[in-house]
């Protein structure tokens, strides 16, 4: 199957300077990148180029032709948001990407906080031949014996589903 990206790229951010954004927030994406700081700050020092990837069924990025009704509708459009589809699509994304830039040997580090420092972790998991490295903050990768049950971010995810369908309960 074939999958399209929308690019944006932002002032300086091919010449791998410190990438400027609006000041206005336009989606969710947006507000990652500009709390930040210390990405920003290291990249000059590598030379790198910082790109943030939307997570799709986030701000700008709703399959289905950007209809929330029609994504949002039912358990099958929502069968397709997993963390599982995003790190295809961010693998996907960055190979195409270190190409069209020419760079396709050039290193990648992932990073994020929070679920997206999962997100991270699992993509170093996932594809090591694509990213070097991952940075993860506050990311509840690792369980902890008796504190917290192994089990109770899955449970989460499956009581959400279950609200939005009850015919069809995943189960992770």
């Not at 899955?154 to 995943?170: A, E, G, K, M």
Request: without cysteine; hydrophobic residues 45%.
């Amino acid at each position: 199957s074939s999958v399209n990206f929308g690019y944006r790229f932002h002032s300086s951010a091919i010449k791998a300077q410190q990438v400027k954004l609006p000041r206005k927030s336009s989606g969710d994406i947006e507000w990652f990148a500009q709390n930040t700081g210390f990405m920003f700050d290291i990249a000059p020092h590598f030379q790198a180029l910082l790109v943030f990837i939307e997570h799709r069924f986030y701000g700008k990025s709703i399959p289905f032709g950007g209809d929330k009704d029609v994504a949002y509708s039912n358990a099958s459009t929502l069968g397709y948001l997993t963390s599982t589809q995003a790190l295809a699509d961010y693998a996907t994304l960055i190979i195409d990407l270190k190409k069209n830039l020419t760079a396709v040997d050039a290193p990648v580090v992932v990073f994020g906080g929070s679920y997206g420092g999962m997100l991270a972790s699992w993509f170093r998991l996932k594809y090591p031949h694509v990213a070097i490295g991952a940075l993860a903050s506050s990311a509840p990768i690792l369980n902890f014996e008796n504190i917290t049950s192994p089990y109770s971010f899955n449970n989460i995810i499956t009581q959400d589903f279950r609200v939005i369908s009850l015919n069809s309960i995943y189960l992770f």
